[in-house]
């Protein structure tokens, strides 16, 4: 409890409404740059909605890029320091800030059609290559377009909607199946610095698979959710629960919702050490992330919670490694995801011919 004295400035009520307004500042201080500034940006466009109820009728344009390169120090630039205050006008101007968007510089946008747009950024001021964000009042409902390999890449880009809207676990699977189809699938498409392969020739993942595949999803899911705090590795009295997805309730804003909660398994062939796994051990694992996903969400109020399973062994069994729990979830209400991973580009290949064989016969 607080004491007396301060109950007019610091009632219950009052620290929410500050937690609301302000979360994701420094709840994503773990992720890459790119990732802080498109969160940063859908926030400062929130709050210039909320502001003043409208986000004109023109573009708008970010990019990553703090301070102004040597080649446009002669640029015609204005200084904001408080552009997160949601008080000053965003539209038709080029915004130049770094990833907590909080204050940047910006510049007249000129352009007659939407191209005009890319040949200003990319081409006038080189800054094709830079993290960018595109903002469109044009469309309805309101979205953001962001760029993350930059301007002079148009077709990388992910779309994100502006109105608060609850986040379901049909949302967060189209995500991870994205994440799935481009940073896991084989181990090519892995980061260098973030293999989940220790000799893939033998199917032997690396010793710590879930936590990296955790990392994956968890910046995969900032970006998607970036009104959503992304919170893993919770502790509580039930255990210690993977992924979290938590935010502002969209139909009450003196609420916070815990919109779906994730528990991530590795299926195995063989531990990092050469050493077989054998079925019963798998299906312990299984049964066990179903109990666990089950006690995380009652303990915590989640809306929805789901096992992921991302399957690394030899064989590709698909649903059928959930055959013996699958009553079981259906009453604890977790659902069942799995997700294969191929162990060469090769095999991944000779699946794609399969499935496209039986697709036409």
């Known amino acids: 409890m607080l004491p007396s004295a301060y109950e007019a400035d610091f009632a219950p009520e009052r620290l929410l409404q500050t937690a609301q307004a302000y979360s994701g500042i420094g709840n994503d201080a773990n992720q890459p740059a790119n990732v802080r500034f498109v969160r940063g940006v859908v926030r400062l ?179 998607a959710f970036p009104h959503c705090a992304i919170r893993p590795e919770q502790p509580q009295i039930s255990g210690r629960l993977d992924l979290e997805i938590e935010g502002a309730d969209p139909f009450d804003s003196e609420n916070f919702v815990r919109h779906v909660l994730l528990e991530l398994k590795v299926l195995r062939s063989f531990r990092s050490g050469g050493t077989s796994v054998s079925q019963n051990e798998i299906n312990k694992w299984i049964e066990e992330g179903v109990d666990q996903a089950s006690a995380y969400a009652v303990e915590r109020g989640a809306r929805a919670t789901a096992l992921c399973c991302f399957d690394m062994r030899k064989q590709n069994v698909g649903d059928a490694c959930f055959a013996h729990v699958v009553d079981k979830a259906g009453q604890l209400g977790v659902a069942l995801q799995v997700w294969y991973l191929f162990a060469s580009a090769k095999a991944y290949r000779a699946h794609l011919s399969a499935a496209s064989a039986g697709e036409s016969a």
């Not at 023109?58 to 408080?82: G, I, N, W, Y």
């Open 45 to 223: 466009l929130r709050t210039r909605v909320d502001r003043v109820g409208s986000l004109g009728n023109e573009p708008s344009v970010f990019v990553l890029c703090p301070t102004l390169p040597p080649a446009l120090k002669d640029l015609q630039t204005s200084r904001h320091r408080m552009i997160d205050n949601g008080l000053t006008p965003l539209q038709g101007r080029l915004w130049f800030v770094g990833p907590v968007v909080a204050s940047g510089r910006s510049t007249v946008l000129s352009f007659e059609q939407d191209d005009d747009i890319f040949k200003q950024v990319a081409d006038d001021y080189e800054l094709g290559t830079v993290p960018a964000v595109i903002h469109d009042p044009r469309t309805s409902p309101g979205e953001i377009r962001f760029f993350p390999l930059g301007l002079d890449e148009p077709d990388e880009r992910i779309i994100i909607s502006l109105p608060r809207a609850p986040v379901t676990l049909e949302d967060v699977i189209k995500v991870i199946d994205r994440v799935h189809a481009t940073k896991l699938v084989t181990p090519d498409a892995q980061s260098e610095t973030a293999k989940l392969w220790h000799k893939p020739v033998k199917f032997i993942p690396i010793e710590r698979a879930e936590l990296t595949i955790q990392m994956y999803l968890e910046t995969a899911l900032n970006v």
